[in-house]
Structures are given as C-alpha cells and as structure tokens.
C-alpha cells in the first residue's frame, strides 16, 4: 500500500545543531507539506512544494529550509536548531487537482517529535 | 482565506451520536467544508468535505446549511476511539494546496 514516512520518529539535539527531518511517500503526489504543532495548538504550515524544484515558503518558515529534488521527497532542515523549535513535525502530501473533481485530501505521516535542548 | 470557528470541547457518550458545529460565516462561493480529525499521537486524517449538498459517508455526515455559513460533522454513534481534535477546514475549489488549520474542537467520549 502507499505510504507516507516520516524519519525519525523522535529526536533529541543541542541548540545550534543542523538537523534534517526526513519525509518520504510512495503515492507520486505533487504536493508535499510540512507543519509543526506545538501542545495545545492546530498545526502550522512551515514549508510545502507543488512539484520537484518548487519549494514555497509557509507562514512560520523562518529558521527551516526545504529541498525538492524528486517526488517522493521533502526533507526538512533546521539550519541551526533553537529551542523554540522543540515541536511535533507533520509531513502531508496530495494530488494535484483539477476543477474540484478530486478531494485534495491531504495524507499526513505520523510525526517526527524533535526535542531542542 | 475565509476563518472558521469551532467550540474548543465537547463531550458525548459512547454510542449516542455527536453533532460538531462549525461556523463560517465569511465562505466564499467556491469554497469547500473540509473535516479532518487527529487521534491522540497521531497525523491529522481526513473524515469528510463537501460544497454545498449534504455528504455520507463511512466515517461520518456533514451538514451544510442552506446559506452554507455555518456545518455540522456528525458521528451516527460515537466510539471511545472517535476521541480527537476535529477541524473544520475551509478550501478552494480546484486548489489542492495547503490546508489552515483552527484550534478545531477537542471530542471527549465518555463510556
């Protein structure tokens, strides 16, 4: 079945740390996503790409960067870790759509808990 | 893009049904209802969406008024495992793109 995964599950790191969380899915969606939800909150867009090469900035971008280089795959970098990114990371892919025939259901991965000390 | 507004908590017994409200009073023609629900660990799934007719399925139906400003996810019979955050999203026809999730409203299932 497809699948969407996210690596690793949990991660414990030091302020200042670059760290990469990993998002891969087999449904050769265009649109890939990333959110992060912090305790008690809805989630919040961070980056999402349209298609490979296309990576667009969301509404709390700043101190992440995004990398399309296939389908399958949007990994996710925090350049220099803070601890206000400790957070849960959610990884979601789609279809493109077209006229509203399709749901645009977004398919989310399980998260990635990532601890910032 | 247009808000939504939805209770913060509700609470319901097992097996009764549930009817969770959502407010969206600044909808646009071409925008559809979307619900999505996240269990307790776990990535948001999606539950239902529709325009402007009311929609069944396996999960759950949704309840559009007439004037489309407001909905209403219901859960026929409510489980311990229907226990989540809903949210009642808001998005384009035709667009595909990224979904601005709200607070949604925390379900408790009392058995």
């Known amino acids: 079945d497809a699948e969407i995964t996210q690596s690793p599950r949990h991660k414990i790191t030091e302020t200042g740390r670059q760290v990469t969380l990993a998002c891969h899915q087999t449904w050769n969606h265009n649109n890939m996503f990333w959110y992060r939800q912090d305790l008690g909150h809805g989630l919040r867009l961070i980056h999402y790409s349209y298609g490979v090469q296309d990576t667009n900035k969301g509404e709390v971008s700043d101190g992440y960067s995004v990398s399309r280089s296939n389908t399958e795959d949007l990994p996710l970098t925090l350049e220099s870790a803070a601890s206000s990114q400790t957070s849960v990371y959610f990884c979601?892919?789609?279809?493109?759509?077209?006229?509203?025939?399709?749901?645009?259901?977004?398919?989310f991965g399980e998260g990635s808990r990532l601890t910032v000390l | 893009d247009a808000k939504t507004t939805q209770p913060n908590s509700m609470e319901s017994n097992e097996e009764e049904p549930v009817h969770l409200p959502c407010n969206h009073s600044t909808i646009s023609g071409t925008d559809y209802i979307h619900w999505y629900r996240q269990l307790p660990s776990q990535g948001p799934e999606y539950v239902i969406h529709g325009l402007t007719s009311n929609v069944n399925n396996r999960m759950a139906s949704l309840a559009i008024a007439e004037d489309r400003k407001s909905s209403t996810l219901i859960l026929h019979r409510a489980t311990l495992r229907d226990a989540a955050v809903y949210y009642c999203?808001?998005?384009?026809?035709?667009?595909?793109?990224?979904?601005?999730f709200g607070s949604g409203t925390q379900l408790t299932v009392l058995p």
């Open positions: 979601a892919s789609s279809e493109s759509t077209s006229g509203g025939a399709n749901t645009g259901e977004l398919f």
């Open positions: 999203i808001l998005r384009m026809v035709g667009s595909a793109r990224q979904l601005t």
